[in-house]
């Protein structure tokens, strides 16, 4: 997931990082933040929570909200290690190595939210631009092997930074090594998810025939784009953090727009599954089953929940 060294990169609220000549981080302002942040993280626990049980168990499934049930998960697990680390730094316990375990289990949820936006851009993508080939010869449980091994890819990436940055640090060994996953961050996925959403928003929009895309197409670009504007950051500021260029109140800044992004996913697809209702007070299922829904007729792999009568969901 996103980059850090311990010696280097702290989370909200423990800044010492200040590029030279900066005034100090003010504690008021800290304290500000990290309460925001809890805040922020209970709401979107609660969200992603409701998220994970209707996907889960209560709406049929397609290869898309695969991928969202996944997202939903690393965003849930982002946020409960952003609410235990700030909970502990208001307390002001001394934690230690434990404090540590907690920073990469973050770092690793917001990892596995990112390759799993960027792949959730690619598929989509070639979904539109080859139907056929993906109707005729994609793999039935191809998302849930790529969500699979995007999860094992970042628990890796992020084993191998704890260990080399905390457990037996290695200062050389550990900046490398975070580089690179900074790089892979910003300068490869971050990259990639713009070009295929890019790619993805022109063909439907300047195509000269009517391409209908249904209320899915909206909730990928919304929150894809979201995570571009308010998730990215969080590796822009570390990756710079490692060239030299430290700001003030960096990167607790990038942290708290992460919280504000995996907060407001749950929120987009209920506003999204709502829209156009005249009431809007449609239940929670009903709206997420209309969020993922898309405008072609036919069915999808997937599954059913217990004693769920279901709109069909398709995948394009």
């Known amino acids: 997931g996103g980059p850090t060294v311990v010696t ?6 423990t800044n010492q990082s200040g590029a030279v000549g900066q005034s100090e981080p003010s504690y008021t302002v800290l304290k500000f933040m990290e309460s925001f ?6 709401c979107g626990m609660a969200g992603n929570g409701l998220v994970l049980w209707y996907l889960g168990f209560r709406i049929r499934r ?41 920073l990469f289990l973050d770092l690793f949820m917001y990892g596995t939210g990112l390759y799993l936006l960027t792949a959730i851009s ?25 969500s699979s091994l995007l999860w094992a890819l970042s628990l890796l990436l992020n084993i191998l930074g704890y260990v080399l940055c905390t457990v037996r640090p290695s200062p050389r060994a550990c900046q490398r090594l975070l580089i690179a996953i900074g790089t892979l961050d ?3 996925c971050a990259p990639l998810m713009l070009l295929f959403s890019l790619t993805l928003f022109l063909r439907v929009k300047c195509s000269s025939q009517p391409f209908p895309t249904g209320r899915l197409f909206t909730v990928i670009m919304l929150t894809i784009l979201l995570f571009l504007i308010f998730a990215v950051p969080l590796s822009v500021l570390i990756l710079l953090d490692f060239l030299g260029l430290k700001f003030l109140y960096s990167p607790e800044i990038g942290f ?22 005249r009431k809007f007070r449609l239940a929670l299922r009903l709206a997420f089953q209309r969020a993922f829904q898309d405008s072609k007729a036919g069915s999808d792999e997937g599954s059913h929940g217990p004693g769920d009568t279901v709109v069909e969901v398709t995948a394009l």
């Open 122 to 146: 690619i598929e989509r993508c070639l979904s539109v631009l080859s139907p056929i080939w993906c109707r005729t010869h994609r793999p039935k449980h191809l998302s849930a092997v790529v």
């Open 186 to 188: 910003f300068l490869v």
């Open 37 to 42: 942040c809890l805040l922020s993280a209970a």
């Open 256 to 277: 708290v727009l992460s919280c504000i992004n995996s907060t407001l996913n749950p929120v987009i697809y209920f506003l999204v599954g709502s829209y156009r209702d």
């Open 62 to 102: 397609n290869r898309f909200t695969v991928y969202i049930l996944n997202l939903a998960a690393a965003d849930f697990g982002y946020l409960l290690c952003i609410a235990v680390e700030t909970v502990q730094y208001l307390m002001q316990f001394n934690v230690g190595v434990q404090f540590g375990i907690f």
């Open 8 to 13: 280097a990169i702290h989370v909200p609220g």
